[in-house]
């Protein structure tokens, strides 16, 4: 069974800082791994996925995250927020019928 | 424009009162899929479904039905809602199972 833990619950940030929020998965077969965002009062949105290839995923609104295998780690991360940043962040694994979320990553930017 | 519609957005209903959430996609999605989302648990999938008269059970299926007749719609129903129900609720869909998923905008639902 695939599981997934967000090891941040809350991360606060100033607006042009760097941010990186943690996410670790466990699975017994091979995986895609997804972050979404979810803004306040809306939606799901694919931030980027994980399919097969490069390690190192490029997704919108500047973020990017690492693939780890041996860490069993999908870090995203941006180089620089910016307010409307704040948001709602879940990491994601499907490793069967199932997408499995991790229990979000509130990121609030403040000027 | 491809979308996922969930109807109604926001239903405020009491104890036993049966209630259905439709949940429709014009991409020609294969696998639908319905999350509750509640606050510090993140997304639990109810049921889903990976064709036409194809569904199973998620994680958290108690006091929920869903069928799929036709391959556009994957209505959630809830026979005798309670309480313990009160939730945002997500219905996405896929390409297939293990694609990324397409949400829907959210159905607020409270039971009182």
């Known amino acids: 069974a695939q599981s997934v833990t967000q090891l941040d619950s809350q991360v606060p940030v100033f607006e042009e800082a760097p941010v990186e929020l943690r996410c670790n998965y466990s699975s017994s077969v091979s995986v895609y791994l997804f972050w979404y965002v979810q803004y306040p009062n809306q939606g799901l949105q694919l931030l980027l996925k994980y399919l097969s290839g490069s390690t190192l995923v490029k997704g919108i609104n500047g973020f990017e995250a690492e693939f780890n295998k041996s860490q069993t780690s999908f870090h995203l991360r941006k180089p620089s927020v910016h307010i409307s940043d704040t948001a709602e962040y879940f990491c994601?694994?499907?490793?069967?019928?199932?997408?499995?979320f991790g229990k979000g990553t509130t990121l609030s930017v403040s000027s | 424009e491809a979308q996922v519609t969930q109807n109604p957005r926001y239903l405020i209903t009491v104890t036993g009162k049966k209630l259905t959430v439709t949940c429709s996609q014009n991409m020609n999605h294969e696998y639908m899929s319905w999350y509750r989302q509640d606050p510090g648990l993140g997304l639990r999938q109810i049921y889903y479904?990976?064709?036409?008269?194809?569904?199973d059970k998620g994680d958290v299926p108690e006091g929920y039905k869903v069928s799929r007749k036709e391959k556009r719609n994957f209505p959630l129903i809830l026979e005798s809602p309670s309480p313990n129900q009160t939730s945002l609720y997500f219905c996405?869909?896929?390409?297939?199972?293990?694609?990324?998923?397409?949400f829907g905008p959210g159905t607020r639902l409270t039971v009182t």
């Open positions: 994601a694994v499907s490793g069967g019928t199932a997408l499995i």
């Open positions: 479904s990976m064709n036409v008269e194809v569904t």
């Open positions: 996405a869909s896929s390409l297939s199972w293990g694609h990324e998923q397409y």
